[in-house]
């Protein structure tokens, strides 16, 4: 059956701007739109190509892009992809997103080596500032003779019981348990200087956190939201009196927009990117693996960092035995700084352009998993009361895409390039408003803000990859651990939160199976 609607989803095939026909069920149904949406509840449900990619024949690109995001980079010379190094943070895209989707939860050492471990550290001062002298994502990982940054072996994440104000406890008597990660990172497993942007910082001062991968299907549809109607969203909820991040949005305009361009921050947790095609996955295949291409033709590398290696015994006995290509001028200590601090025109490419506009076919390409069982009674039950408490004032549940010119502030792509799929003028379900909100739990994410977490497609988690975990830094093991870390006395969702607890426990399992439906 979920061939058969594929087939009617797929067909009056004309290209990217193409209505196919819908088979005749609810457009609830069609999370990513009819260009954006795969009925596929399978353990690959995640890994699907969207309708537009398969009409505007990108369909043999988008499987050699997916094969730059699962296989391993190495640090040879040569080959499809080479140039590991010579820092990175991990070999591969799928070492942090198992199945396509979001990090699993981890306990013990901080092992970047393990399929789904999906962290990644954040370093701040005690004024939430990132720390200068490491990579906004710091690397664990080093091709020799270079060292990392930061010993791995050294860091450990330790888990712990939360018990909040109601005693973990429902009125009814139903019980749920609560944890947290703390990260341990001892003062001698840094090799660089721990430096801030007012200097360097005491040990003391170093705050760490973790912060997990989210799936990354759907993400071309994400993009798709016209910034204009981004803007209006935020406007909207500013006159509501909701609170915003005064740092992005206050008095109805941008306070802050994505690298200076016009275009509104739309995507991580932090809401550090823009559009697509300069932001997520087209960040993460360079600097995850520090590997260069034509419009990325330096390192990921801070200049603390090429100092100490620079001025390092072991780095200078055998940096030209194994770069000896960065012999030029016999000055060991010069030459590897150079290196590691190249000016663009100094660096060969290591990915080609071919590649990469296939990798962001891909990445753009990936379609979004049906919703299920929606014609189930306990499910509509779940959505009449997700809506009525409140969960949908921030889990927005449907936006209309744009025209889709999709921009690249980078310069690689051009306005609405044709050898990316497009997705104009779809509705679609991601149940999210795209903007930062606060939650106030233990041990929080860096400076409280976090983006609201598109929820489509997640109730496929386990069958996907392997675990249910959920929020900014896996530590809601359950649907009913998630919407309990939002119950803070301060919390944005907190009223939400309280007429949850009020439910029967028939209605909270409604709304569970709701959210794990869509």
């Known amino acids: 059956m979920a061939a058969a609607f594929f087939a009617a989803a797929c067909s009056d095939d004309k290209g990217g701007g193409g209505e196919p026909t819908p088979p005749e069920i609810s457009e609830k149904y069609y999370a990513g739109g009819l260009l954006g949406t795969a009925f596929n509840t399978t353990s690959v449900a995640y890994e699907q190509p969207t309708p537009a990619v398969n009409n ?15 296989k391993p980079f190495t640090a040879d010379d040569t080959g499809v992809r080479k140039g590991l190094g010579p820092l990175y943070i991990r070999t591969s895209c799928l070492h942090c997103h198992p199945g396509y989707g979001h990090g699993q939860r981890i306990e013990g050492q901080f092992n970047t080596n393990r399929i789904g471990n999906g962290y990644l550290l954040v370093l701040f001062d005690e004024d939430d500032n990132y720390l200068t002298s490491f990579t906004g994502m710091p690397q664990t990982q080093a091709v020799a003779p270079f060292k990392p940054p930061i010993d791995e072996t050294k ?19 139903e019980s749920y348990g609560l944890i947290y990660p703390e990260v341990s990172i001892p003062e001698d497993a840094y090799y660089v200087p721990l430096i801030g942007v ?3 910082i005491p040990y003391s001062g170093v705050n760490v956190r973790l912060e997990s991968t989210i799936g990354i299907y759907g993400t071309g549809l994400l993009d798709a939201i016209a910034d204009a109607d981004l803007k209006d969203e935020y406007i909207r909820q500013e006159q509501a009196g909701v609170s915003l991040n005064p740092a992005i949005f206050a008095n109805g305009n941008w306070v802050k927009t994505y690298a200076g361009t016009s275009h509104p921050l739309r995507f991580t947790y932090a809401l550090s990117r823009g559009p697509l095609q300069d ?11 520090n590997v260069t291409r034509s419009n990325r033709r330096y390192h990921y590398m801070t200049d603390a960092y090429a100092q100490v290696a620079s001025r390092d015994a072991d780095v200078q006995q055998d940096f030209y035995r194994l770069f000896p290509a960065q012999n030029k001028t016999g000055n060991v200590e010069a030459d590897i700084y150079s290196y590691l601090m190249a000016p663009d025109k100094d660096l060969a490419v290591e990915m080609s352009d071919d590649d990469y506009v296939d990798f962001m076919v891909w990445h753009r390409g990936l379609a979004v998993p049906a919703a299920r069982d929606l014609d189930d009674k306990i499910v509509q039950q779940g959505d009449v009361l997700f809506n009525k408490i409140g969960c949908a004032t921030c889990h927005r549940p449907t936006w209309t895409t744009g025209e889709d010119r999709y921009t690249d ?19 679609i379900w991601p149940y999210s408003d795209m903007v930062q909100h606060r939650l106030f739990m233990q041990n929080d994410i860096r400076t409280g803000w976090c983006r609201t977490t ?3 497609g997640r109730g496929l988690s386990r069958k996907c990859t392997g675990a249910d975990d959920r929020l900014h830094d896996c530590r809601a093991r359950t649907v009913i651990e998630a919407i309990m870390w939002h119950g803070a006395a301060q919390s944005d969702a907190r009223s939400t939160v309280e007429k949850f607890r009020e439910l029967s426990k028939s209605e909270r399992d409604a709304v569970v199976k709701f959210i794990e439906a869509i």
């Not at 505007?56 to 699962?70: R, Y």
């Not at 932001?279 to 693996?289: F, K, L, P, V």
């Not at 502030?409 to 997705?423: H, K, N």
Request: aromatic content about 16%; overall charge negative.
């Open 279 to 289: 932001a997520a996955g087209a960040n993460a295949i360079w600097n995850i693996t």
């Open 198 to 200: 007012k200097g360097a």
């Open 409 to 427: 502030p980078s310069g690689f792509f051009a306005d609405a390039d044709s050898r990316l799929p497009r997705y104009p003028n779809q509705k």
């Open 56 to 70: 505007a024949g990108m369909a043999q690109a988008f499987l050699n892009g997916e094969a730059l995001f699962e």
């Open 454 to 456: 598109p929820l489509w």
């Open 155 to 173: 860091i450990m994440i330790s888990w712990h019981d939360y018990t909040d104000e109601w005693g973990n406890k429902f009125p009814d008597g």
